[in-house]
């Protein structure tokens, strides 16, 4: 998962936790992600995400701690365990802007509608990755379910790969906590 070039993000339950199936475009299971939730988190509203490989080993973390203020998502490699990106929501009458630190990439930004999930990752103007909603049925939509396209540049590495798919994660973790907020 962390060596593919584009991957397609499937939300597989979208009621209580929310759990994913990372593919290849082709369709062959590459890893797995699911909500995590403490017992602390049903009173804050808040909750991370933990993605496993195909043979079920933790690979990555997504933090969405307590925030009063600004949100804030970080993106944690298990093993070596290290801060790959942090997320940081900044002030926008209109719509969502984050502040964006990845490892290894120098100001990052975040283009396009965050909410519509169709972005580009950009690093100094130059894009590394895209990420675009695909339809995937009347029903899917209904009960909340989405999925998503995962386009990485080449010359990437895994680290980075991780990064790109955990604010993928991180962006749809705000997108439902905003969601369960406005409804």
Same mark, same amino acid.
């Given at each position: ?7 397609? +993000?499937?939300?597989?339950? @979208?009621? &209580?936790?929310?759990?994913?199936? *990372? =593919?290849? /475009? ?5 890893? #797995? ?15 991370? +995400?933990?993605?496993?490989? @195909?043979? &079920?080993?933790?690979?990555?973390? *997504? =933090?969405? /701690? ?5 949100? #804030? ?111």
């Amino acid at each position: 998962m962390l060596k593919e070039q584009e991957i397609v +993000v499937k939300q597989t339950k @979208a009621v &209580g936790r929310d759990e994913f199936a *990372i =593919e290849t /475009p082709t369709g062959e299971l590459l890893g #797995t992600a699911r909500q995590t939730r403490k017992m602390g988190d049903i009173v804050k509203a808040s909750r991370g +995400v933990e993605v496993f490989d @195909a043979a &079920g080993a933790h690979v990555l973390s *997504i =933090e969405d /701690p307590f925030d009063l203020i600004r949100d #804030t998502y970080a993106v944690h490699l298990v093993n070596p365990p290290m801060e790959l990106a942090r997320l940081t929501q900044r002030f926008a009458w209109i719509g969502s802007k984050f502040d964006v630190v990845v490892a290894g990439f120098p100001e990052v930004q975040i283009e396009g509608k965050v909410f519509q999930l169709n972005y580009t990752l950009t690093s100094q103007g130059r894009p590394i990755a895209s990420v675009d909603a695909e339809f995937s049925g009347v029903g899917r939509a209904v009960m909340g379910k989405t999925n998503y396209r995962v386009r990485m540049q080449p010359g990437l590495d895994e680290r980075q790969h991780a990064a790109v798919i955990g604010i993928a994660l991180a962006i749809d973790v705000r997108r439902a906590k905003m969601r369960r907020r406005s409804g």
